[in-house]
């Protein structure tokens, strides 16, 4: 027998034996599981966890391997916690409830950001099939409040552009409100500068649009140096008021449907910087509903301040083996340099690795919000 061979039959008999302390390991877990269930005790406990790896650690005969014992024992604790999940059975609750489909009718009153017109508008239409009855709202925040004050039972907002990003007024919004995603949609954003109809391209000063419409555009409108660009409002609303003003000097930059419901003129097409431009749009409801095995979950959370709040945080979902998305940070308002973290992941609440990953964030965490899970467009992110 070689050296090798012969090592190679030693670590068998290692693993065995580990095997063997495993299993006796996992019925122990198991049997305090039982105990917390007739006693109403929470699955996690990371004092208890914490405890075990400084011990586990400062009892090393070889400091080398203090990183690896760490490691290898936060995958045991959370395979533990994981199966005692499953053996309690949700007395650990997330608050959310499974329902089949979201029903949307002709009396369903939907809040969408913007006018007639909006790309937000579009978005709804396409969602929900051109059911409902969609009320526009001159803000974001105003949606946000439509649901608040139980005026409209749907929202519709843009929350991400493929080429300009996030919008993070949204972010701020989604921590501040109790309103949840239950959907999302994409929809190809095409930009088109519009005119009165006597208008003609030599004739503009100055160009209304929403935020985003200019600076998707940054790139056909720098070849005009001597226009005045005026944001605010949506970018339909922008179609609107050059409509209304009847001036022929400004022009607006909107949607197709914006421009013709305003009876405009399209002075130049197509001018967005990127060529398949893209917005991703969220469908809220102010119920804790998601529709039953949908595979994406959004949250967010505030980390205490200290090192290496962020890399624990984080491991929650490695040793619980679940796909981040998207992370996205926004500062605290009235709080210097202090972050809120966003996070979009692969899963759902039903999955036994997600509860175990949310309930030790929410244990961990200073707040922590399920902002909301939902079927995914493909791709999307
Ligand atoms: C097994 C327990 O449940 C969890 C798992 C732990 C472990 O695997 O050692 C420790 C603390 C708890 O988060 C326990 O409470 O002891």
């Keep these: 027998m070689n050296d090798m061979l012969k090592l190679r039959n030693e670590i068998d008999e290692v693993d065995k034996k580990l095997k063997e302390l495993f299993e006796y390991r996992m019925d122990l877990v198991l049997k305090i599981a039982e105990y917390k269930k007739k006693n109403g005790i929470p699955v996690y406990d990371p004092a208890r966890e914490e405890e075990k790896l400084s011990q586990l650690k400062n009892s090393l005969a070889d400091k080398k391997n203090a990183d690896a014992v760490v490691e290898l024992f936060s995958q045991i604790m959370a395979i533990s916690r994981r199966a005692q999940y499953a053996a309690i059975n949700s007395a650990d609750d997330l608050g959310f409830t499974a329902v089949d489909e979201f029903e949307a009718g002709d009396d369903t009153v939907i809040a969408y950001y913007g006018e007639t017109g909006s790309f937000t508008e579009q978005a709804m239409l396409e969602y929900f099939d051109g059911k409902g009855k969609g009320i526009p709202m001159g803000t974001f925040e105003e949606v946000m409040e439509a649901l608040k004050n139980n005026k409209a039972d749907y929202g519709v907002l843009p929350i991400e552009n493929s080429s300009t990003g996030t919008l993070s007024d949204i972010f701020d919004l989604l921590a501040e409100y109790d309103n949840y995603i239950i959907g999302e949609h994409v929809v190809a954003i095409n930009h088109i500068l519009w005119g009165l ?62 421009g013709e419901t305003y009876g405009l003129k399209i002075l130049k097409p197509s001018i967005h910087n990127e060529e398949h431009n893209q917005t991703r749009f969220i469908i809220i409801s102010n119920k804790r509903n998601y529709i039953r095995n949908a595979k994406r979950i ?84």
């Excluded at 979009?344 to 690795?353: A, C, I, P, V, Y």
Aim: hydrophobic share 40%; with cysteine; charged share 25%.
């Design 197 to 258: 109809p006597d208008a003609e391209l030599s004739d503009i000063k100055r160009v209304y649009s929403h935020r985003q419409g200019l600076l998707q555009c940054s790139n056909f409108l720098k070849k005009y140096p001597h226009w005045e660009l005026v944001e605010g409002g949506s970018t339909a609303g922008a179609a609107k008021k050059v409509s209304m003003e009847n001036d022929i000097t400004q022009a607006a930059i909107a949607s197709r449907r914006a």
């Design 298 to 381: 959004s949250i967010c959370f505030v980390l205490p301040h200290k090192s290496g709040a962020l890399y624990h945080m984080l491991s929650h979902f490695i040793h619980n083996n679940i796909n981040l998305t998207k992370i996205e940070s926004r500062p605290i308002k009235g709080q210097a340099f202090r972050y809120r973290f966003f996070i979009d992941f692969e899963g759902s609440l039903e999955d036994l690795e997600v509860k175990n990953a949310l309930l030790s964030i929410k244990k961990e965490a200073l707040e922590m919000k399920i902002l909301g899970s939902y079927v995914p467009v493909p791709n999307s992110n």
